[in-house]
């Protein structure tokens, strides 16, 4: 299955989440609900700018979005709380890096960044970890392929 199936196939399970019906879709798109139709049955994958636009009116955090379909490959994971974690974290972690009061060299060497992430793998590790407080493993959905 290619990454535009898979995404497809998110936006079809949010819309069965949200007990949306092809006419109500169809009326927040602005378009015929017989091509919406035919997407929600999988019969047909509409192009990429109408994918978008299916994704916007679903209310599709794109972070999440790709979280679930490139890293974990599952439709699953877009609602996991792990899923929903990361997408919290990530863009705040790449503003960080990113802004102008961030300390990291321009030319951040591989040690240093493979310290970083060791640390920040280590909070997590004794946040989530297997003798965290949460009962449900941390990532267990990505075996659920």
């Known amino acids: 299955m290619n990454v535009i ?5 998110l936006y079809r399970h949010e ?20 091509g919406i139709c035919s ?52 863009p705040w972690l790449a503003d960080t890096l990113s802004s102008d009061d961030c300390q990291l060299d321009d030319d951040l060497r591989d040690w240093e960044a493979n310290s970083l992430f060791e640390k920040i793998r280590h909070l997590i590790i004794e946040l989530l970890g297997p003798r965290s407080r949460f009962k449900q493993p941390f990532l267990s959905f990505r075996g659920a392929r």
């Open 5 to 9: 199936d898979l995404y497809a196939d």
């Open 15 to 34: 819309a069965t989440r949200q007990q949306l019906s092809s006419r109500q879709l169809a009326a927040k798109l602005n378009a015929h609900h017989s």
């Open 39 to 90: 997407f929600l049955k999988a019969r047909s994958i509409p192009k990429q700018d109408r994918l978008d636009e299916i994704a916007e009116a679903l209310g599709i955090d794109h972070v999440r979005a790709f979280l679930a379909v490139e890293i974990f490959e599952s439709v699953e994971a877009y609602n996991e709380p792990a899923t929903k974690l990361l997408a919290l974290f990530i």
